[in-house]
């Protein structure tokens, strides 16, 4: 929480920020297919909390989903 606090504070700063790309990692234990659906949940999950927390605009927030955005 507080690194992400200190994230947006960055953002905001002039000149402000013009797209926030977010990815999801796993580590290489368990099935693939498991690990690439946490990642997807895990991108979605910060970029929904930081619009919804910080009232950053979703236009400029994207989390990253294999070679998609949202």
């Not at 504070?9 to 690439?36: C, F, W």
């Not at 929904?48 to 949202?70: N, Q, S, T």
């Amino acid at each position: 929480d507080d690194t992400l606090s200190r994230l947006v504070a960055y953002l905001l700063r002039d000149p402000q920020y013009t797209k926030l790309v977010i990815e999801g990692h796993t580590d290489s234990i368990g099935p693939e297919m498991y690990n690439d659906k946490l990642s997807v949940r895990r991108s979605i999950t910060i970029r929904k909390w930081l619009i919804e927390k910080f009232r950053l605009d979703p236009k400029k927030v994207i989390a990253e989903i294999g070679r998609a955005h949202v």
